[in-house]
């Protein structure tokens, strides 16, 4: 399954102590020079990316006589923030300009809050996000103008990075240490701080992908799908990597060798063999930058695209870009490049980010994915994924393929193996399910467990069958509701047979449950929400500001929790 984009191998913050609003670190094991002066770095993030941005501050703060503690966003009360002189906030933005959902309701109360004084605290923000989305890295821009509005002093001004955000991630970390480290009191002889010791680390990462073979490459669905579904396994032997199930894998794909072969031909361009490779494994030739589309209006000065440019008319351009490509606008604008300019217009290529489906616990030294392969017809063209039919279709023998990890430390099966759990994951919305499911069965997890899937047909569309049936079979998967949307007449969704099984399902969230969504963000995870709030409403007797309460609570205590994209 694809998330968005985008997104650890260390121990952070394990337990807060109830009561007070001073949080304190659990599990640390080494303590620090006192002479540091300590600077909280508090993360919120979708994917991961922004987790792993705060590690590497965290690494790199005692150069500068600094003490970092990385907190998630979740993982604190904005009151806190009133006693703490150095801040760094890192955040992506998802969706449509929203805060990812570890930060919503830190947001809320910083949103909400009159009265905050944050004067002595000394902060700098990086944003990450999408410019091919609208309001780009919104969620970070709020952060920094709300410290500000409350008194808080901006030691560095905030840097918004895009997709390929390494080296602007790089050059913000830097400065912004640098200015931030002679802010704030002095620190205090004796009172050393407390930092949790790093797991050894592998080296390969985003920026040293590990070279995989992969291993199985299976289709799942039937031979009447709608659509194609793909089992992979790919080998980690030997790379030192690890992961925990909730995680996800990142895979760096190669253009299709075809299209950039239609990109040359169409543009007349000579087949110099950088300039292929540079098509092949470094620049995005699918989606259009707004440099590309820029040119584009200004070389065929059509009125429409032009408008939409003019008007910002965000809305319109998504309809209008919707199933093309770059080459289709170079097809039908009869625009040309040279191979400079047109290097100069494109994106760089960017990895996809996989829910992990396995369990590194059963599987050892193997992580599985599970992944649609997106096959589309559209301005009269054959359109693919560039990634899932790079794995579909043109990785085999001894090929490897590029892979990262990306943590999802909020997306973690409970530490109370006795606590139920409700997987909601239609689709290959189940991959991360699988790997819980593996989970529990290793560690002999005593905790019931509860799966809804659905999609279109059972007979074809029901994937990890035998493996559903044996955990049934062995009492694993306590429950199993499925829906399959066009085997009668009557669409049936998950959230249909949530629905039928409220009173059930809510007595699972009374005593304990854990409530997790993974799949399509649109729609699917916004009516699953709504039916849960329904839900909660009418079994527990509450009106629907309780209701609300309810559910915040559970996302407060991090027994809601979702993997959307």
Request: aromatic share 10%; glycine share 6%.
């Amino acid at each position: 399954m694809k998330k968005l984009f985008s997104e650890k191998q260390q121990e952070w913050i394990s337990g807060f102590f109830a009561g007070a609003n001073t949080r304190l670190l659990n599990q640390a094991e080494t303590q620090v020079d006192s002479n540091l002066r300590p600077i909280t770095v508090l993360y919120g993030t979708q994917t991961g990316n922004c987790e792993s941005i705060g590690e590497e501050v965290v690494e790199l703060a005692a150069e500068y006589g600094l003490s970092a503690n990385l907190v998630g966003m979740a993982d604190i009360e904005l009151e806190e923030l009133a006693n703490i002189e150095r801040l760094f906030i890192i955040c992506s933005t998802y969706g449509e300009g929203e805060m990812p959902d570890s930060a919503q309701l830190l947001w809320q109360a910083a949103s909400n809050v009159t009265e905050l004084d944050l004067t002595k605290l000394n902060f700098s923000v990086l944003s990450l996000g999408d410019s091919s989305y609208d309001l780009f890295c919104e969620a970070g821009i709020k952060w920094d103008n709300r410290l500000a509005e409350l008194g808080a002093n901006r030691v560095v001004d905030r840097v918004d990075c895009d997709v390929d955000f390494d080296n602007d991630a790089e050059a913000w970390m830097k400065a912004a240490l640098d200015g931030i480290k002679e802010t704030g009191s002095a620190p205090v002889a004796g009172s050393a701080t407390v930092k949790p010791s790093a797991k050894k680390k592998s080296k390969y990462n985003r920026k040293n992908p590990f070279p995989s073979k992969l291993l199985t490459n299976t289709t799942i669905t039937g031979e009447n799908s709608s659509k194609q579904i793909k089992h992979f396994e790919f080998c980690l032997k030997g790379s030192g990597l690890t992961y925990e199930a909730g995680d996800a894998l990142n895979v760096v794909p190669k253009n299709d060798p075809k299209l950039v072969d239609l990109l040359l031909n169409e543009l007349a361009l000579s087949d110099d063999s950088n300039l292929r490779e540079e098509l092949t494994n470094t620049y995005d030739i699918k989606v259009p930058s707004p440099a590309f589309l820029q040119t584009v209006s200004e070389q065929s000065a059509d009125e429409e695209l032009t408008r939409m440019l003019e008007n910002n008319d965000k809305e319109a351009l998504n309809d209008y870009l919707w199933g093309r490509d770059i080459i289709d606008f170079i097809i039908d604008f009869k625009v040309s490049f040279s191979s400079t300019e047109l290097i100069s217009v494109l994106k760089k290529l960017q990895a996809r980010a996989y829910s992990i489906s396995s369990s590194s616990k059963k599987h050892g030294d193997e992580v599985h994915l599970t992944i649609s392969s997106v096959r589309y017809k559209s301005q009269g063209r054959e359109h693919q994924g560039v990634a899932s039919c790079y794995l579909a279709d043109r990785v085999s023998g001894d090929d490897e393929v590029l892979v990262y990890f990306s943590p999802n430390s909020a997306f973690r099966v409970p530490e109370d193996s006795n606590a139920p759990i409700i997987m909601v994951g239609p689709g290959t919305g189940i991959a991360p399910f699988r790997a819980f499911l593996e989970e529990r069965e290793e560690t002999q997890a005593k905790g019931d467990n509860w799966l809804f899937f659905g999609d279109r047909t059972e007979k074809d569309d029901l994937i990890y069958r035998e493996e559903l049936q044996a955990w049934q079979k062995s009492g694993l998967l306590s429950k199993l509701d499925l829906a399959f949307s066009r085997d009668q007449e009557q669409k049936i969704y998950v959230q249909t047979r949530m629905q039928e099984k409220g009173a059930e399902l809510f007595e699972w969230l009374e005593r304990g449950g854990y409530f997790y969504i993974c799949g399509d963000a649109t729609y699917m995870a916004k009516d699953v929400d709504t039916t849960l709030h329904n839900i909660i409403r009418e079994h527990g007797n509450m009106d629907e500001s309780a209701a609300v309460n309810y559910v915040d609570n559970l996302k407060k205590t991090k027994r809601y929790v979702r993997d959307v994209y």
